[in-house]
């Protein structure tokens, strides 16, 4: 990063500033990268746009009664210089005049800081729906833009969902692509800003013993598992417009084969690692029908936002098979539910079974690496060991490294903090590319239609089960061995 970039104020505009993911996600992002020094008091400010009839106070207290829940009161003087960055400009999202106030006030921002023309940031952050995109980022072209580049840029962060389909995903990279290069287009997809996630390549790629058993030769199949223990709840109109599939599998999930599954890149930088993720995610063959478990909760149609006839999985579970030298034959299982016995995401490496096995530990169970994402961040090795006692026995345990106990003093970021300040380095490593994206779709749009035309019917579950039991026949099928009697419990601080 040469000097330049830094030098001129940057503005972080934030559009649908008065909704509940500006409130939820965005703005607690930006103080905490501005509590830990990460933003300038005298050379960022902050401006909140929306249709909403609002004065900067009006959001400030919005703003303050949402993070005044989470700040401790030996912030809130941090919280309080940290609000006084923030102004609001009220328009619509189509409208010439209120893109033309909202340019005339980071201008004037711009001036009072004395940047030099063509040096100055500017960071808009699309906390809107998607349907609105084609129309807001063609204003920002026409009238927010940075006149002259001098080492200043604009760049535009939106939000997923980007599409519904290959069709429709592509028609929205076509008309982002007229009006934006791709360098300035941040495509958030928030799983790439977990912590244990961004572990991914570091664990791969810089641990002699995983190198060589990361193949097809020692790993039978791997799970990539999303769970939570709670139905749609107050979501259930736009969930049942786009569904399990679309809302965690198709982006949340891929994303995480892709890491799991990459070749070594040539070198950290973004575009080398980006590319990787594309060849792995070319490899991925059809998926077969059969291969897919679909489910859907008992009442989910009792939520009144909901058609009484909806055909939309609350759970599923697919099998996808990469066609490459490395993973030829080994079946990963993308698996995401709802109103399911417990919350987690993890992934779930499981090893073959030991060759000529004296011990016969077969019974105990397989060798299995486990990445736990969320909660209770860790990592686990679990392997078979001989019972304590004076019998010769065997029994299985856990090499573990769980990060609250490990890192005790040190608190993990929330993921939007981190792709923020990602969008301010410029650093678009964890952001969706738009090829990426295309080839995401057409991995999952012809199941995806099948289940739109009802040729594919969801199966019924009891909230808090372990889901549809064909979907444990399905994992049993693709050579997932389950483990008896062993539970990992996450260690506590003494």
């Given at each position: 990063m040469?000097?330049?970039?830094?030098?001129?104020?940057?503005?972080?505009?934030v559009?649908?500033?008065s909704?509940?993911?500006?409130?939820?996600?965005?703005?607690?992002?930006?103080?905490?990268?501005?509590?830990?020094g990460f933003?300038?008091?005298?050379?960022?400010?902050?401006?909140?746009?929306?249709?909403t009839?609002?004065?900067?106070?009006?959001?400030?207290?919005?703003?303050?009664?949402?993070?005044?829940?989470?700040v401790?009161?030996?912030?809130?003087?941090?919280?309080s210089?940290?609000?006084?960055?923030?102004?609001y400009?009220?328009?619509?999202?189509?409208?010439?005049?209120?893109?033309?106030?909202?340019?005339?006030?980071?201008s004037?921002?711009e001036?009072?800081?004395?940047s030099?023309?063509?040096?100055?940031?500017?960071?808009?952050?699309?906390?809107?729906?998607?349907?609105?995109?084609?129309?807001?980022?063609?204003m920002?072209?026409r009238?927010?833009?940075?006149?002259?580049?001098?080492?200043?840029?604009?760049?535009?962060v939106?939000?997923k969902?980007?599409?519904?389909?290959?069709?429709?995903?592509?028609?929205?990279?076509?008309?982002?692509?007229?009006?934006?290069?791709?360098?300035?287009?941040?495509?958030?997809?928030?799983?790439?800003g977990?912590?244990?996630?961004?572990?991914?390549?570091?664990?791969?790629?810089?641990?002699?013993f995983?190198?060589?058993?990361?193949?097809?030769?020692?790993?039978?199949?791997?799970?990539?598992?999303?769970?939570?223990?709670?139905?749609?709840?107050g979501?259930?109109?736009?969930?049942?417009e786009?569904?399990?599939?679309?809302?965690?599998?198709?982006?949340h999930?891929?994303?995480?084969?892709?890491l799991?599954?990459?070749?070594?890149?040539?070198?950290?930088?973004p575009?080398?690692?980006?590319?990787?993720?594309?060849?792995?995610?070319q490899?991925?063959?059809?998926i077969?029908p059969?291969?897919?478990v679909?489910?859907?909760?008992?009442?989910?149609k009792?939520?009144?936002?909901?058609?009484?006839?909806?055909?939309t999985?609350?759970?599923?579970?697919?099998?996808?098979?990469?066609?490459?030298?490395?993973?030829e034959?080994?079946?990963?299982?993308?698996?995401?539910?709802?109103?399911?016995?417990?919350?987690?995401?993890?992934?779930?490496?499981?090893?073959?079974d030991?060759?000529?096995?004296i011990?016969?530990s077969?019974k105990?169970g397989?060798?299995?690496?486990?990445?736990?994402?969320?909660?209770?961040?860790?990592?686990?090795?679990?392997?078979?060991?001989?019972?304590?006692?004076?019998?010769?026995?065997?029994?299985?345990?856990?090499?573990?490294?769980?990060?609250?106990?490990?890192?005790?003093?040190?608190?993990?970021?929330?993921?939007?903090?981190r792709?923020?300040l990602?969008?301010?380095?410029?650093?678009?490593?964890?952001?969706?590319?738009?090829?990426?994206?295309?080839?995401?779709?057409?991995?999952?749009?012809?199941?995806?239609?099948?289940?739109?035309d009802?040729?594919?019917?969801?199966?019924s579950y009891?909230?808090?089960?372990?889901?549809?039991?064909?979907?444990?026949?399905?994992?049993?099928?693709?050579?997932?061995?389950?483990?008896?009697?062993?539970?990992?419990?996450?260690?506590?601080?003494?």
């Amino acid at each position: 990063m040469g000097l330049v970039q830094e030098a001129g104020c940057l503005s972080i505009i934030v559009l649908g500033a008065s909704g509940d993911l500006a409130k939820k996600k965005t703005f607690p992002a930006l103080f905490h990268i501005f509590q830990q020094g990460f933003l300038q008091e005298n050379d960022v400010h902050i401006f909140g746009y929306a249709r909403t009839k609002l004065s900067d106070d009006d959001l400030r207290e919005r703003i303050r009664g949402y993070l005044g829940k989470v700040v401790s009161t030996e912030n809130a003087e941090v919280l309080s210089k940290f609000l006084q960055l923030i102004k609001y400009v009220s328009g619509s999202y189509d409208s010439e005049e209120g893109f033309q106030l909202l340019d005339m006030q980071v201008s004037e921002h711009e001036t009072s800081k004395n940047s030099q023309p063509g040096t100055s940031r500017r960071l808009f952050y699309l906390a809107l729906p998607p349907s609105v995109y084609p129309s807001v980022c063609k204003m920002i072209r026409r009238h927010c833009m940075n006149q002259s580049d001098l080492g200043g840029w604009t760049r535009i962060v939106v939000e997923k969902p980007f599409g519904k389909d290959l069709e429709s995903a592509e028609d929205l990279s076509a008309q982002l692509g007229k009006l934006f290069d791709e360098k300035q287009l941040y495509r958030i997809d928030h799983y790439l800003g977990k912590e244990l996630v961004q572990n991914l390549l570091v664990l791969r790629f810089a641990n002699r013993f995983f190198m060589p058993l990361w193949n097809r030769d020692n790993i039978d199949n791997i799970q990539i598992v999303f769970r939570e223990d709670f139905g749609t709840e107050g979501r259930g109109g736009y969930f049942d417009e786009y569904g399990i599939i679309r809302d965690i599998i198709q982006n949340h999930l891929l994303q995480v084969l892709c890491l799991v599954a990459m070749e070594k890149p040539v070198s950290l930088k973004p575009e080398h690692i980006r590319d990787e993720k594309v060849k792995v995610l070319q490899s991925v063959l059809p998926i077969k029908p059969e291969e897919v478990v679909l489910g859907q909760y008992e009442g989910y149609k009792d939520d009144p936002t909901v058609s009484d006839s909806s055909n939309t999985p609350t759970f599923a579970t697919a099998v996808l098979r990469i066609h490459n030298e490395r993973w030829e034959g080994v079946p990963f299982i993308l698996k995401a539910g709802k109103a399911l016995n417990s919350r987690k995401a993890e992934i779930r490496v499981q090893f073959k079974d030991v060759p000529g096995d004296i011990f016969k530990s077969k019974k105990q169970g397989r060798n299995e690496f486990v990445i736990r994402l969320q909660p209770s961040e860790a990592m686990y090795m679990k392997l078979t060991v001989k019972k304590p006692g004076l019998q010769m026995s065997t029994i299985q345990s856990e090499l573990d490294l769980s990060y609250g106990l490990r890192y005790q003093d040190v608190k993990i970021p929330e993921a939007y903090e981190r792709l923020i300040l990602d969008t301010i380095r410029g650093d678009q490593q964890h952001f969706v590319r738009r090829d990426e994206l295309r080839v995401a779709w057409e991995i999952f749009t012809p199941l995806l239609h099948s289940i739109d035309d009802g040729q594919l019917k969801p199966i019924s579950y009891e909230p808090g089960s372990r889901g549809p039991a064909e979907a444990d026949e399905l994992l049993a099928k693709a050579g997932y061995v389950q483990t008896h009697g062993y539970i990992w419990i996450p260690p506590t601080l003494a």
